[in-house]
């Protein structure tokens, strides 16, 4: 079974500065997709960004990008130039490519982000 | 576009009795799927739907169980409720092939 670990419950950040969350995950696969969701205070979840196991280049949206290492086994998250709003959970994801279109995710336990001003 | 709702809110039911949640998907999304999330536990799969079949299933007792209609809106259902199943229920939608996940804001479930 795949497992997903972020070894850190907490971080903070100075509004404006850069900050990067950890995330391991542990697969025998090798067709599959990881992502980093972000949940507010509001509770939904929301995708910040996806990268497909197949491609090499990382993942850029915005302020967000991710640091993949295939062979380590490791996804993680820089958010650059931190603002206020980013304060949130934010939760390492896996899916499968292969289990016949199954949309399952398999979550970490979550970092929790505050931004400080 | 509307996004993923689920109904109820908020929910408190007593141990013993039964719930049921609801969610409708983003239209055109054919996959539903249910996570139950606890501050001890995380973030942990209790099933999918697609097209009306149940695609996967996570390690939860017999006591949870779900369906899906035609329309692709899904209920989740727990029997003899406990303390334990307190949790925030999310829903997710996916629309095939876009491997990308929409979620509802959840149905808050205190059991008492």
């Known amino acids: 079974a795949q497992t997903v670990t972020q070894s850190q419950p907490e971080m903070s950040v100075q509004e404006a500065e850069t900050v990067t969350l950890s995330c391991t995950y542990d697969?025998?696969?090798?067709?599959?997709?990881l992502f980093w969701y972000k949940q507010p205070p509001s509770r939904q979840m929301i995708l910040v960004i996806r990268?497909?196991?197949?491609?090499?280049q990382n993942a850029t949206e915005n302020r967000f990008s991710v640091n993949f290492q295939k062979a380590a086994k490791s996804f993680s998250l820089k958010i650059s130039d931190s603002q206020l709003g980013d304060a949130a959970m934010y939760f390492c994801?896996?899916?499968?490519?292969?289990?016949?279109?199954?949309?399952?995710?398999?979550f970490g336990k979550g970092t929790k982000l505050t931004v400080n001003p | 576009k509307a996004g993923v709702t689920q109904t109820p809110r908020y929910l408190i039911k007593t141990r013993g009795q039964q719930v049921t949640l609801s969610c409708s998907p983003i239209?055109?999304?054919?996959?539903v799927s249910w996570y139950q999330q606890t501050p001890g536990q995380g973030l942990q799969f209790l099933f999918e739907?697609?097209?009306?079949?149940?695609?996967n299933k996570g390690n939860f007792p017999g006591r949870f169980s779900g369906r899906q209609f035609s329309n692709s809106r899904s209920e989740m259902n727990v029997s003899t409720l406990e303390l334990g199943d307190s949790a925030l229920y999310l829903c997710?939608?996916?629309?095939?092939?876009?491997?990308?996940?929409?979620f509802g804001q959840g149905t808050r479930l205190t059991v008492v």
């Open positions: 239209s055109g999304h054919r996959s």
């Open positions: 739907y697609f097209s009306e079949t149940q695609r």
């Open positions: 997710a939608s996916s629309l095939q092939g876009f491997t990308r996940a929409f």
């Open positions: 990268q497909e196991a197949y491609k090499q």
């Open positions: 994801a896996y899916r499968s490519g292969t289990q016949g279109g199954s949309e399952k995710l398999v």
């Open positions: 697969t025998s696969e090798s067709d599959y997709y």
